[in-house]
Nanobody, 124 residues
Framework: QVRLVESGGGLVQAGVSLRLSCAVS????????MGWFRQAPGKKREFVST????????KYSDSVKGRFTISRDNAKNMVYLEMNSLNPEDTALYYC?????????????????WGQGTQVTVSS
């Protein structure tokens, strides 16, 4: 398993942007499909986005499609989530996850390693 550390969360007003970062260590980032998930208080953890090993493929949940962009820099072992037009419904603890498989998984059970999460709070 690799170690994942998220950063970049914070308290922001609706409409602004944030960029989350995920640092990968203890392994080669390009050997993993990477994903972002989030969990709001009282709710189940939900899929946000995933990116293929080489960064050529991405998937998004319907709730963030068109507003969020996932990217990766395998040379730096980093994964990013650019979040635009944030709204209060985006408030959650955001997790970075790594999967050793080859598909862009949307189910959290397919991911092997998880970070501790970074809190994003959007006020109206």
């Amino acid at each position: 398993q690799v170690r994942l550390v998220e950063s970049g969360g914070g308290l922001v007003q609706a409409g602004v942007s944030l960029r989350l970062s995920c640092a990968v260590s203890g392994g080669t980032g390009s050997n993993y499909v990477m994903g972002w998930f989030r969990q709001a208080p009282g709710k189940k953890r939900e899929f946000v986005s995933t990116i293929s090993r080489n960064g050529g493929g991405t998937k998004y949940s319907d709730s963030v499609k068109g507003r969020f962009t996932i990217s990766r820099d395998n040379a730096k072992n980093m994964v990013y989530l650019e979040m635009n037009s944030l709204n209060p419904e985006d408030t959650a603890l955001y997790y970075c996850a790594a999967a050793r498989g080859f598909y862009m998984y949307t189910n959290d059970r397919d991911y092997d390693s998880w970070g501790q999460g970074t809190q994003v709070t959007v006020s109206s």
